[in-house]
């Protein structure tokens, strides 16, 4: 079954770390990600920039609109995922609790499935 860690994290969080912090962060991320492939775990893995060169897009009426960045009303950003291969959600609950980014922001474990389910 494929399950979504979805890294959500305070939206100015990064700005609150050094390079170095967050070089040494995104490292241990690496590593996490790397530990995962080697167990045959990981489908994908990315990193997100932050949310201040996001848009919006919906489409109503035949009329789309696109809503830049960044968005005041939001205390959280999705800030990268890992695409996970696992038998059962407790495995995936279990790598989310492994997971470096679980000390300083949410882990959300997804399983992937249709929308209409």
Not at 1 to 7: K, N, R, S, T
Not at 94 to 115: K, S, Y
């Amino acid at each position: 079954m494929a399950y979504m860690l979805l890294i959500v994290e305070p939206t100015e969080q990064r700005a609150t770390r050094t390079e170095a912090e967050g070089r040494a962060l995104y490292e241990r991320m690496l590593r996490f990600g790397d530990g995962l492939r080697e167990q045959g775990l990981l489908v994908a893995t990315e990193s997100l920039k932050s949310q201040h060169d996001a848009v919006r897009v919906s489409r109503a009426g035949g009329k789309t609109r696109v809503v830049d960045g960044p968005f005041a009303e939001v205390k959280e950003m999705v800030g990268g995922f890992f695409l996970l291969n696992c038998q059962t959600r407790e495995e995936a609950v279990a790598i989310a609790a492994e997971c470096p980014a679980a000390e300083w922001c949410t882990v959300e474990v997804r399983q992937l499935a249709p929308c209409y389910e």
